[in-house]
């Protein structure tokens, strides 16, 4: 079955960057189209970003482009986000999901990764 | 950018009642529309996805309707594991994919 494992989350000060991680298992990852969503605890869903299975195609949220890249490593079946001059307002529990390009709708969920940005 | 509008906001139910929930889209989105439910702690889970598809191992009182700028989520005699946040998102025009504000189901 998919499983999806983010990781990489934690507290960071504003300016300051992160990279969280996702480990794919269960499914082809080389095959499948992934996105990045985030969600401030008690908020809403905020699509982040997207990247086809072949690594073309990326697109982002307005707000991100040009801080955020998302990135990632067939061989090792894992999607990456890489998050620099993070801001308060960037704080948020972040998933990582697979969805393509035409239908992209999420089915699969795994815990999130928590990324806190204060000082 | 396409936004989603959800009504109402929290919706009392008492327990074997049926629920309707609204999300209205600011342009068509045909039937390129999924419904999330979200528990307190807990990651969503997709309920319904193209307007009327019930997700693998959805019960059957989650449906499901509409098309282009109106849509419905109707559960039918709410169980206790029913009272949660649901979502509507639309997939039709992005990026950005969208997702609607929520409707908080709780019991009445």
């Known amino acids: 079955q998919v499983h999806l494992e983010e990781s990489g989350g934690g507290v960071v000060q504003p300016g300051g960057s992160l990279r969280l991680s996702c480990a794919a298992s269960?499914?082809?990852?080389?095959?499948?189209?992934m996105h990045w969503v985030r969600q401030v605890p008690g908020k809403g869903l905020e699509w982040v970003a997207f990247m086809r299975h072949d690594g073309n195609n990326k697109y982002y949220l307005d707000s991100v482009k040009g801080r955020f890249t998302i990135s990632r490593d067939n061989s090792k079946n894992t999607l990456y986000l890489h998050m620099n001059s993070l801001r308060v307002e960037d704080s948020a529990v972040y998933y990582c999901?697979?969805?393509?390009?035409?239908?992209?709708?999420?089915?699969?969920w795994g815990q999130g990764a928590l990324v806190t940005v204060s000082s | 950018e396409i936004v989603l509008t959800q009504s109402p906001d929290t919706l009392s139910v008492s327990p074997g009642e049926s629920a309707t929930l609204s999300c209205r889209a600011s342009q068509s989105v045909n039937s390129n529309l999924a419904w999330y439910q979200q528990k307190p702690g807990q990651a969503p889970r997709l309920l319904i996805y193209a307007a009327s598809k019930r997700a693998t191992d959805i019960p059957g009182r989650f449906s499901g309707s509409g098309s282009g700028t109106e849509f419905t989520l109707t559960i039918s005699s709410l169980q206790s594991e029913d009272f949660a946040v649901y979502y509507c998102q639309q997939y039709n025009t992005w990026p950005p994919l969208t997702f609607g504000g929520g409707t908080k189901v709780e019991i009445k």
């Open positions: 269960g499914f082809t990852f080389s095959t499948y189209d």
């Open positions: 999901l697979d969805g393509d390009l035409w239908s992209a709708y999420f089915k699969h």
